[in-house]
């Protein structure tokens, strides 16, 4: 049994958006067989009701609010850093000397530090030397700013992250070249961070569903030209692709199915509804279950135009047996096929095209959404996933063992670079 400290960037659980989902589940596969200490950060709207599971879950747990959340000098102070400075914003944003002095105590006696997120990455300088470090990738951080420079219409914010992307880029790469082991979410991502980082070990370790919990529903869509979608709208590859999709899409969907509607599911942020399509639109907000409004509609929309790594909205909607219909940027790195697991459309006219079919042909929503569901349980189980995440953590371990220790007599005494999955 090793001794690892985790750190994220905000509480794992209760697991309410994809990056809680990931942390959450990887965190827990390495709790079921090594002893796990977890720094967390604690964001304002994190549910501290979930504390008592992360104690039971792991030997123990430390939270520490964000600066920048809880302070105007502090704020301040890391937008100055990320202009002005060497480190890009998203990274001074977690300057914290709390979790910094309390890493530094507990690395001493360590087997291996997991990164869970790019940004905690700069406090990897109070990790000794010889204690191997794990970075979670949940995305290529500077791909994703740089496909958001190119969708980006204000100028005030396209100056701003035009500032930040050679940042973001250098910060990424020096973290992946000091890091062990990278957990990347595909092999696409794997492939950009391979090329940053050429010396280092990269693991595909893909994002998951939770089959059992996510079952497909036993009628029909209570509603054949009602499409759904889910994702909060403070992420803006969220709220970009929801507003493409209101704005140039839906038009034409209602236009030709007067009585196609629209369920927003997740918090809205302020969100505006083109008039014109108040009444084909509902914001449903955050709701503690979503899989009952899912199952009611026909179809789950993924109108995505920037991101990276890989959507877990999108498995979940798998998981559930719906029929989809995405842009290949809501796809990227998932196995679905186009035409037979699921529709891919990146053009508005297609997109609308695309849905408007499905309505028409309610076999083939349960065609698409019985493949959708087969493809989940082939390949994106978390059991699986987290029995993957221990493996290629054995491997780190025995690569990282003292000299005088033993080799495994069934494992290599060196770390290859292998992109697995």
Known sequence: MARIIALTSRLPFPPREG?????????????????????????????????????????????????????????????????????????????????RDTLRQLAVDADAVHFDMLPLFAHVDCVPDGVPTVLNAHNVEHVLLEKRLGIESNPLRRWFIATQIGRLRA????????????????????????????????????????????????????????????????????????????????????????DADFVLVGKPEGLAVPANLRRHVTLAGFVPDLRPIVHDAAIYVVPLRAGSGTRLKVLEAMALGKAIVTTRIG??????????????????????????ELMDDPMKIARLGSFARGCAERHYGWDAIGLGLLRDYDTLLDCTSPPDAPPPPSRSATTRNVVTT
């Open 171 to 258: 910060f990424e790469r020096a973290a992946c070249r000091r890091a062990q082991l990278i957990l990347a979410c595909s092999t696409d991502d794997a492939a950009c961070l391979q090329a940053l980082a050429p010396d280092t070990a990269i693991r595909v370790t893909p994002n998951g569903v939770d089959l059992d919990g996510n079952a497909p529903a036993t009628t029909a869509p209570a509603h054949g030209a009602r499409m759904v979608f889910v994702g909060q709208m403070g992420w803006f590859p969220n709220r970009d692709g929801v507003e493409w999709f209101m704005g140039e899409v839906l038009p034409n969907i209602v236009a030709a199915r007067p």
């Open 331 to 356: 796809s990227e790195g998932i196995a679905l096929r186009d035409g037979e697991d699921a529709m891919f459309a990146d053009d508005a006219g297609d997109f609308a095209r695309a849905v408007l």
């Open 19 to 99: 990056h809680q989902l990931r942390s959450w589940h990887l965190l827990k596969a390495l709790a079921a067989r090594h002893e796990v200490t977890l720094l967390s950060f604690v964001r304002r709207d994190d549910d501290l009701a979930g504390l008592d599971c992360l104690r039971k879950t792991f030997k123990a747990v430390h939270v520490f609010p964000i600066p920048s959340e809880h302070s105007g000098v502090s704020r301040a102070r890391a937008l100055l850093r990320g202009v002005g400075g060497a480190d890009p914003f998203v990274v001074a944003k977690y300057a914290s000397d709390a979790m």
